[in-house]
């Protein structure tokens, strides 16, 4: 009975070395130059604004942009990241997106712990470093976009429904169920249906063939009520914010219908998760001919199933495919584990490959792209000049670069929106005096094609990927102009 007692305190003690070992380097991938300004992803600008404008506020219920309601995502991210800049006292792109970083790393932990649970600790391991090798998910991992929240949440609500299915004892076996359902709850709140649709599919595949996992039957509701309540924590202050007025325009946005806007071809994904997954997708041959040789994986079947979901939906999106990397990873690796004992090709290149690709992206960030790329966003330099010749108690009506106005500012109460259609040359007509126009060559064109003469005259013009970029001064008195 001691030697059993010794021999599970020194694998708890292997167990948690290894997690302090993931998280260390996880660390140095993720967190080196995570607050340049050099490169932002797409919508991330957007994202940091709303989240300064909900630190200033101290509104962490409803996100707002330019002062006005965010109807897109619920504000899980933005909370997170706008406490930190309570804290801290200054916005700042760090800051932004250390959510998402945090949640990164967290997500690489949950893998191993999946992976010890199912597969083997050198398994779990390769399988974890494998994953932080990812362009696809380290990459997110630098990114104020909600996506790696909802990541983590799926990997861990899987982790727990996993513990729980192991257990036969009520208690334990309720308590993990409940947490498994809280943490799908959030990734229903961060984002959409997939926050409890890939758990459900991680439950029904994995016992497959396997004695040692009971499915949930009671523990379907168990679940059904953790989700409801991690919904319930935001979704009820927000209905009683407003009578449900938030909450109903959220849910029936237009970013939430899937059935439209569909884009890429039949082969999108396919290509997509061979370049994102490199170089872990090298090895998918081999898992192939393993799949063969066993007849079924349960990794493999989870990744599988998230593949159909999203190649479904006519919209694409290569961060749709982030939750299927965790699930991809640890199938790859317990392939890789089982030919490196009589191939010496595959665990040396595995040896090669796996370290190179964690240490490429730190480099890359801290190096590279600093010698690459020298200056800072061009958005963001132009939104600095522009700021840099306007009055500061000026109106700036933008046809284009708004969030980074307001977000280079540190204000959003001058920054005015400016549609492209007929009720422009109104707005501007009628506009106070020290009032600018932001605005590119192609809006400039399809307004002038629509509205009567601006009254407005250049201040400078700026080149911005391959388009001009303009400050105009709104002629003063332009009301009384017939």
Not at 125 to 133: D, E, N, S, T
Not at 408 to 422: A, T
């Amino acid at each position: 009975m001691n030697i059993r007692v010794l021999k599970n305190f020194r694998e708890r003690q292997l167990h948690f070395l290894d997690l302090l070992i993931l998280a260390a380097v996880s660390a140095f991938v993720i967190f080196p130059a995570l607050g340049q300004n050099r490169h932002w992803a797409s919508r991330e600008i957007r994202h940091a604004e709303i989240i300064r404008e909900m630190a200033e506020s101290g509104d962490y219920l409803v996100p707002k942009l330019l002062g006005k309601t965010y109807y897109d995502k619920p504000p899980v991210m933005h909370v997170a990241a706008a406490i930190l800049i309570r804290i801290v006292g200054e916005p700042s792109m760090t800051l932004v997106r250390m959510p998402s970083a945090i949640a990164g790393i967290l997500g690489i932990l949950v893998t191993y712990g999946v992976g010890l649970l199912l597969l083997d600790r050198k398994t779990a391991l390769i399988g974890a470093f494998a994953l932080l090798g990812m362009p696809g998910y380290s990459l997110m991992a630098r990114q104020a976009r909600p996506d790696m929240i909802l990541c983590f949440s799926i990997i861990a609500s899987c982790l727990f429904l996993c513990l729980g299915m192991r257990k036969y004892r009520r208690i334990p076996r309720m308590l993990y169920f409940t947490l498994a359902g809280l943490l799908a709850g959030l990734g229903v709140v961060t984002k959409g249906p997939f926050g409890i649709l890939f758990p459900v599919f991680f439950a029904i595949l994995v016992p497959f063939r396997r004695q040692d996992l009971k499915r949930p039957r009671i523990g379907w509701i168990i679940f059904g009520f953790g989700v409801l309540a991690a919904i319930a924590l935001w979704a009820v202050p927000a209905y009683f914010r407003d009578g449900g007025v938030y909450l109903h325009r959220v849910i029936f946005q237009p970013d939430l219908d899937v059935s439209k806007g569909g884009n890429g071809g039949p082969f999108y994904y396919v290509w997509m998760v061979l370049l994102l997954a490199l170089p872990l997708s090298l090895f998918l041959p081999v898992a192939i001919v393993d799949l063969r040789r066993r007849g079924y994986s349960a990794m493999l079947a989870v990744a599988g199933a998230i593949f159909i979901v999203i190649s479904c939906i006519p919209q694409k999106r290569r961060h749709y495919l982030l939750p299927l990397y965790p699930f991809l990873a640890l199938e790859i690796a317990a392939s890789i584990v089982r030919h490196s004992k009589t191939s010496k090709l595959v665990r040396r290149s595995a040896w090669v490959l796996i370290p190179l690709s964690v240490i490429a992206i730190p480099t890359y960030y801290a190096i590279v792209q600093p010698l690459a790329h020298p200056d800072e966003d061009p958005d963001m330099l132009f939104a600095k000049e522009v700021l840099s010749v306007v009055e500061q108690d000026a109106r700036i009506y933008c046809a284009k670069s708004e969030e980074e106005m307001a977000w280079v500012g540190r204000q959003h109460k001058r920054i005015y929106k400016l549609p492209i259609d007929s009720s422009a040359s109104k707005v501007l007509r009628h506009a106070e005096s020290k009032s600018y126009l932001v605005i590119d060559e192609h809006g400039l064109t399809a307004l002038l094609k629509i509205t009567e003469p601006l009254p407005i005259e250049l201040i400078f013009t700026r080149k911005i990927d391959h388009e001009k970029s303009m400050l105009f001064r709104v002629k003063e008195h332009s009301f009384d102009v017939p």
